[in-house]
Each structure stands twice: as C-alpha cells, then as structure tokens.
Nanobody, 111 residues
C-alpha cells in the first residue's frame, strides 16, 4: 500500500489549491479515504472523508473544501477554496481501514 500526496504550496489568503493523493496496492473504490492535517504544535485532525456513506467535513472547512475520488486514476483529491492562514498545515492522505498514511504535503496560506 502506498499513498503519495501532491499539490501543496504557498498561496495567498482567499486563494485555492487542489491536493491529490495517488493510491496504489489496493482498490481505492472499496475503501473510505480521508484527508487529515497537522499544523505546527497542534494535534492531527481529520479534514474530510469520502466513502460509501458519502462525504464528511470538518466544520471549519465545510463549504470551502471538497473531497472527491477519481477511481480510474486511483486518486483522491481535496479541492481547497477561500483558504485562510489557519488552514496552514501538513496535509495527509489516510486509509482508516488499513491504517495507512502518506508522507504529507505542506500547505502554507500567507500574504
């Protein structure tokens, strides 16, 4: 099982980024997939999840972030709009049922 995140970077407040998580070694369509984030000095928190029951979001990102799956490309995306400085963190892809994590991609929101 391998999860590789990409798409992070520096963006100004109000901007957008699209994170991607390329999965290999398992069938993406049969697993719930999640995005977590960890800001410096804080606990890791779940940002969004997608599975057979639909999607879930952290309250502070609802309406701004969208999680989606591209089964044909074995990829999970996190579209992040209206970014705020408090969204600055390392973002991780996670498969809960397999306890697998990617290495993360850094998102910095700053002017």
């Amino acid at each position: 099982v391998e999860l590789v995140e990409s798409g992070g970077g520096l963006v100004q407040p109000g901007g957008s980024l699209r994170l991607s998580c390329r999965a290999s070694g398992f069938d993406l369509s049969t697993r719930t997939m999640s995005w977590y984030r960890q800001a410096s000095g804080k606990e890791r928190e779940k940002v969004a999840g997608v599975g057979s029951a639909g999607t879930t979001y952290l309250a502070s990102v609802k309406g701004r972030f969208t999680i989606s799956r591209d089964i044909a490309r074995d990829t999970v995306h996190l579209q992040m709009n209206s970014l705020k400085p408090e969204d600055t963190a390392v973002y991780y892809c996670h498969v809960p049922s397999m306890n697998s994590w990617g290495k993360g991609t850094l998102v910095t929101v700053s002017s």
